[in-house]
């Protein structure tokens, strides 16, 4: 049974009355990053979480350098002769994503139903099936479907890691917990060991010379033995090597704390309670983990009547479709759709990481300099200003971050845009313009990496009401890789040197759209709960929403002016 918080353990006497000491309990501790360090056992578990994050990144990243190694292209002709087909190869797994949140009706309730927790192991089991396939592969079939496996599975990682991050988390270091899923996404694209691809050496027969037209024809330029050089552990490898952190993340997350929010929805208050005390290491009496706790119950029991007074006689079926229908049954849920839908739509628009070589080697820099920049250099850039995000989001809050973003962004790719179509015919005659455009893109990578990329992570995570979080961050997810596909399909034949630097003008368009959202659509979230999100978004509103939650409050323990402080 649910014990009430009594009011003289959270109450003092002032002038004008009572006032309820919870509006203190949220300022307890250090903010953002330096508050990371107070509690290590919650950061421990947050840090293990976000393999998910680094499996996303590795899976993204191994791809371009396996279908540059030679003794794949023996093994594969199909795919390493046929451009169409390793385009649809490498965009399977990005298919494979978007199919899964495409089905985002059905596993949204399924996460709710089984919980974070379970849902990060079994998509940890189903990319272990998918790596497996892909490094094993014998056909061009294995290594299709294992690509489509693990894209499925790491869309769901993408859904579920930071949604299980916000819930474990507080609200003074809540964005700085989520945006560590960013850093370790960055840290799985940018930190491959490329060394696997000199086992055997670099060539596939070093005894044959390169065909004149092409680097490598595995036509023409493999002995009739197969490779007498470099050897298939060399792409071989790579590909296996991911199945160990997921297998590390599958072991790993059984002994993980399950989320305490799920756990009070779920109706297991006892162990929502011990497993908050657990997170936060303080004994089940200390006042802000009681409040804390209470605040969560409120939530849940209200949601739980709201829907049960909307929806009476809804079977279990209903109840899945009634989620999503709540989600657009009003503007204050709508809009909490639409700023995740958005966010994610801009993150992924405003990202120029896959078109790096196309861009360099459109400002005149010779294909191995361009190899060095566009995977080393970036990346490391990349991981840096990803740490910046972790240091700013509690301290500064989210829209400002945003904001600055969008805005650098703008003046980085106009720049960049005016120098491609001022100077772009003739680079040899203007080298110092192109060696500018360069720095700019550098820039704007760092300041795109310590905004839009990580606050798509934290926003989507923490703005929709407990019983529809799942719901909403499928169909946000679901934005975000449509987006990425889009992007993908469409950038490189807008960034084609015939354009005229156009493509550049239309990221800007994208930055300015996102400017303006940012300054007037996106609230701020820094230092709000996950049950205050309701009143930020003038959620349920109404005087009898407003009297049934003060009126569970009440029943709860939790004092009326207790409540009225967080508003």
């Not at 894209?151 to 988390?169: D, Q």
């Not at 909490?336 to 966010?343: C, E, F, N, T």
Request: net charge positive; proline share 5%; charged share 15%.
């Amino acid at each position: 049974m649910l014990q009430p918080l009594h009011s003289n353990s959270i109450e003092s006497k002032r002038e004008d009355g009572l006032v309820s000491d919870l509006a203190l309990v949220g300022s307890q501790g250090r903010v953002g990053f330096s508050g990371l360090f107070e509690n290590k056992f919650l950061l421990g578990v947050s840090l293990f979480s976000t393999l998910g994050g680094f499996l996303c990144g590795y899976a993204l990243g191994v791809l371009p350098g396996v279908l540059a190694i030679e003794s794949f292209g023996a093994k594969f002709p199909e795919i390493y002769m046929n451009a169409m087909l390793k385009g649809w190869f490498v965009s399977t797994f990005i298919l494979g994503k978007s199919t899964w949140h495409a089905a985002s009706v059905c596993y949204g309730p399924v996460c709710d139903k089984i919980g974070r927790k379970v849902s990060i192991i079994y998509d940890a089991v189903i990319f272990i099936l998918g790596s497996s396939l892909q490094a094993c592969a014998t056909s061009p079939a294995h290594l299709f479907a294992g690509r489509a496996v693990a894209g499925l599975a790491v869309g769901s990682l993408t859904h579920v890691v930071p949604m299980y991050l916000a819930e474990i988390s507080c609200a003074r270091i809540r964005g700085s917990l989520v945006s560590l899923q960013q850093l370790a996404i960055t840290f799985g694209v940018n930190g491959i060991v490329y060394g696997t691809s000199q086992i055997g050496g670099t060539r596939c027969a070093p005894g044959i010379p390169h065909s004149a037209t092409l680097p490598f024809n595995s036509d023409t330029d493999v002995p009739p033995g197969g490779c007498t050089g470099q050897t298939q552990a060399s792409w071989r490898v790579p590909l296996a090597f991911q199945i160990l952190p997921a297998l590390c993340l599958a072991i790993g997350m059984l002994f993980m704390p399950y989320s305490p929010r799920w756990l009070a929805e779920r109706g297991r208050e006892v162990e929502a309670l011990d497993t908050l005390t657990r997170l936060r290491r303080k004994p089940a009496h200390d006042c802000s983990v009681r409040t804390e706790f209470l605040e969560i119950m409120v939530e849940v029991r209200f949601a739980r009547e709201v829907m049960e007074a909307a929806y009476p006689r809804a079977g279990p079926v209903m109840r899945i479709i009634n989620k999503y229908l709540a989600l657009i049954a009003g503007w204050p849920k709508s809009k909490r759709l639409v700023v995740g839908s958005l966010i994610m739509t801009f993150q992924q628009n405003m990202t120029l990481i896959y078109l790096l070589p196309t861009i360099f080697s459109q400002l005149g820099l010779n294909p191995n300099t361009t190899s060095l920049l566009a995977t080393g250099a970036y990346g490391i850039v990349n991981m840096l200003a990803t740490l910046l995000a972790i240091v700013l989001v509690d301290r500064v809050g989210r829209r400002p971050v945003l904001i600055s973003g969008a805005a650098g962004c703008l003046i980085c790719l106009a720049i960049i845009g005016s120098i491609v179509i001022i100077y772009g015919k003739d680079w040899p005659a203007h080298v110092v313009a192109a060696h500018i455009a360069i720095v700019f893109v550098y820039l704007y990578d760092a300041i795109l990496s310590y905004s839009w990329t990580p606050m798509g992570w934290v926003i989507t995570s923490e703005i929709f009401p407990l019983h529809l979080r799942s719901s909403g961050m499928s169909i946000t997810a679901s934005s975000m890789w449509s987006s990425y596909f889009t992007a993908g399909l469409f950038a490189p034949t807008m960034l084609n040197p015939h354009a005229g630097g156009m493509g550049y003008w239309l990221s800007v368009a994208f930055c300015l759209a996102a400017l303006l959202s940012a300054i007037s659509f996106i609230p701020e979230t820094k230092g709000r709960t996950l049950e205050e999100m309701d009143f930020l978004f003038h959620d349920n509103a109404t005087d009898s929403q407003q009297e049934l939650k003060r009126g569970i409050s009440r029943e709860l323990g939790l004092p009326d002016r207790a409540f009225l402080n967080v508003l």
